[in-house]
Every structure is written in structure tokens, then in C-alpha cells.
């Protein structure tokens, strides 16, 4: 084929063709731009934006509220279309420039945390709560959690990339990652038939990890992607999905650090549980 890409002796990137995310994409690490990270009066402060990763984060505080640990918070809408994550401030907590970014100022100590499933694993531990403490049960737990961080760039890199976010619609791409994310899907499926949750009978942060993904992918929350993935197939998921979206903790932190959708969806920053009731309230308005 003529038009075929050929790849030249050495890389150089072309801007032009990056796609959506093209202004913010680029081949270093660092901070482009000093800015000090706003703070508000909890300990935990949490910079990120409400994409699935996001979303992880702020349903997993939300549940260890309703739960009733002491773990209020203050959540920074970090806008990552306008490169906010380059920051000064931000590169501080986390060099990768990646949401979300967690800052633990309890007793005057400053413990930076990133990467999500990092983030959820030191809140389980920190609230002892969600993580079981040791045993077969952990491990198990642990098992799909780094399922699903291995699996979702595969979903959100791969597939969401090429299906929804490309400048131009390439059939390999989009075969290829749409077959890995169908037995990705068969594999929760078959895991969920017999489960209400990942890992059993209880609620843990393999599921929170899981759900903004794959929960909002057969919910049709996702790529706009529900009749080409023909997710319906994938009951035991679904079913999973809808329980788990029916818990206050999920409707609240889903909402956290958003800035699109319905005007009851949207709540960029969050500093005290009155500030998602308000936003919820105009739900029923």
C-alpha cells in the first residue's frame, strides 16, 4: 500500500497528528509552569479530575465516609485539557503529571501519594478498611487490582484512543483493541456470575478500581461505545454495575471533580459532604 506509514530512522514528534490530547502529549516529564496547588482545611487534600482514574479516588474517600471513618477531604478540580497536572505544585506530589495526586497533611507530616491504585491501597490501609489485613483474602483482592491496572490502558489508551479520541478511524487499531477489551469483559463476566462482588461477598477496592472503567463501559458511560461493544451480552457486569452504582458512595464520588454532563453531575471542587448534597439536589429540580 502506498499510504502506508513508514517509520523514519529517528522519532520526532508530530503535534498535528496527536489526536485530541495532541496540545498536552509530548516526550518529557517536568513542570512547564510555576503554580502552588490551592489547599483547603482537611488533611487529605486531592488534586484530579473526575476520568475513571479520577473517579476511583473520590468513590473510595465517599464510601470510607458512609462507613464512617474520619476521612473528610478537600478535592481540586485539576483541569488536564488546559495542562493544569504540568504545574509546579502539582509535579511536586506527583512527577509522572498524571491524576490523581493525593497530599496526607495529617499531623504535620506531608505524604505524597500517586498513582491510583496506590492511592487506594494507602487509604484502605491508613482507614483500615475495604483491604482485608492479611490471608488468602488480600491476595485475592490484590489479584484484581493490579487486573485492572494492567487491563484498563488497554481500555482507555487503546481502545478509547483509536474508537473515540483519533483524528482518523483506522480499522487494525480499533479491531485489535476492541477483541482484548471483549475477553476482558468475558473474563469479569465469568468472574461476577456467581459473585456480587470481584472478590466474593464484600465490598473492596478491587471493585472501586474496577467500576469507573468497567462499570461505566456496560452502563454506556463511556466512548459512546454501548451498541459496538454490544455490552448488554455481559450480564453478570452489568448486573454488577447497577448495584454498585445504586450506593450513595458511588453517586457522590462519581461527581467529584467534574466539569461536564448535567448541571447534577458536575461539582468541580468539594470541600465538605454539603457541597455534593447541593449538587445532587439539583437532580430533582
Known sequence: MSDQYQPPKVWSQDA??????????RPVSGATYEKTLPVGEHALQLY?????????????????????????????YIDIG????FSSGFVDINPNSKIPALLDRENNKQVKVFESASIL????????????????ERTTVMNWLFWLQGAA??????FGHFYAYAPEKFEYPINRFTMEIKRQLDVLDKQLENKAFIVGDTLSIADIAIWPWYGNLVLGNLYDAE???QVKDYTHVRRWAKELLSLPSF?????????????????????SAQDIDNVLALKHE
Request: hydrophobic letters at 35%; aromatic letters at 8%; zero cysteines.
Open 16 to 25: 498535528e497528528s496527536g489526536g485530541k490530547w495532541a496540545s498536552i502529549n
Open 48 to 76: 484530579s479530575m473526575a476520568t475513571p482514574n479520577g473517579q476511583k479516588v473520590t468513590i473510595m474517600l465517599e464510601e470510607l465516609l458512609a462507613q464512617g471513618k474520619g476521612a473528610d477531604y478537600d478535592a481540586h
Open 82 to 85: 488546559e495542562g493544569e497536572q
Open 121 to 136: 491501597v494507602y487509604l484502605a490501609e491508613k482507614f483500615n478498611a475495604l483491604l482485608p489485613n492479611n490471608g488468602i
Open 153 to 158: 490502558p488497554y481500555l482507555g489508551g487503546g
Open 227 to 229: 451498541q459496538f461493544l
Open 251 to 271: 453517586q457522590r464520588g462519581q461527581i467529584v471533580n467534574r466539569s461536564w454532563g448535567e448541571k447534577w453531575q458536575q461539582l468541580k471542587n468539594r470541600h
